[in-house]
């Protein structure tokens, strides 16, 4: 299928951002899973870390070729400084791990879940629809990745400083992904941005429709599984909305 007409600006450049995010995931998870092995977690978690980098590979490759599919040919930009995890000076390993878990799987790699469905639903491009449904069925296992992890860490002799981390730094977490993906709708970069019939058989969809389903997630998924480990993420989402 030719890939013309100005959508297909639209369509090529968030593949290409795609691919250079996937890879940022594989490298990010890569480092993650080598701090786990630091701190001596489980072997289980540390085998579910690597099954997550090479999903995450295998994402950037596939997005790669749709990318190509679409007719783009700017080579992707591997930003190194966005290819590794913050380190906290002087602080304990286990209080970065928590952050990593927290912020890009409990939030990041949930929230996929549902953007993930929605993106999938008006895709019809055979390249493209390939990697939503690869992508989807891995999201699943990435978010429970992280919500195995986060009670282990719990349970360390560090534990309750983890905690204290939570409490202290969700709402900016929460803050973060709901500007990620637009929550202020009209004013975020891309708002106006037209996803038409073609854009939308390539994954595309509007920034406000991220924006909602983050909010959802809030309802459906942030809050009864953080309950579930006894954070109490209603008091920082309030914090975060407001
Ligand atoms: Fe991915
Ligand atoms: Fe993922």
Redesign the pocket.
């Known amino acids: 299928m030719a890939a013309e007409g100005p959508s297909f600006e639209l369509v090529r450049a968030e593949w290409r951002r795609r691919v250079e995010?996937?890879y940022a995931?594989?490298c990010i998870t890569q480092e993650l899973v080598l701090w786990l092995m630091q701190i001596a977690a489980s072997p289980d978690l540390i085998e579910s870390g690597l099954e997550v980098v090479k999903?995450?590979l295998a994402?950037?490759e596939l997005s790669m070729q749709t990318y190509l599919a679409a007719g783009g040919t700017t080579p992707p930009v591997l930003d190194r400084a966005r290819l590794c995890l913050p380190r906290t000076p002087g602080a304990p390993l286990e209080h970065d791990v928590l952050r990593a878990c927290v912020d890009v799987f409990c939030l990041g790699e949930t929230v996929?879940v549902p953007l993930f469905k929605n993106l999938r639903e008006g895709c019809t491009e055979p390249n493209a629809r390939a990697v939503m449904t690869r992508?989807l069925r891995?999201?699943v296992r990435?978010r429970d990745f992280g919500w195995t992890m986060l009670p282990w860490l719990f349970e360390l002799p560090v534990g309750e400083e983890l905690r204290a981390i939570v409490e202290r730094e969700l709402p900016v977490w929460f803050r973060r992904v709901r500007t990620a993906y637009g929550a202020t709708a009209g004013r975020a970069v891309g708002a106006d941005r037209v996803v038409d019939d073609s854009a939308r058989a390539w994954g595309l969809m509007e920034i406000s429709r991220y924006a909602a389903v983050v909010e959802e997630t809030f309802e459906r998924e942030w809050k009864p599984r953080f309950h579930e480990v006894g954070v109490d993420a209603e008091r920082a989402w309030r914090a975060a909305v407001g």
């Open positions: 995010a996937e995931s594989a999903d995450e994402h950037a996929a992508v891995d999201e990435h």
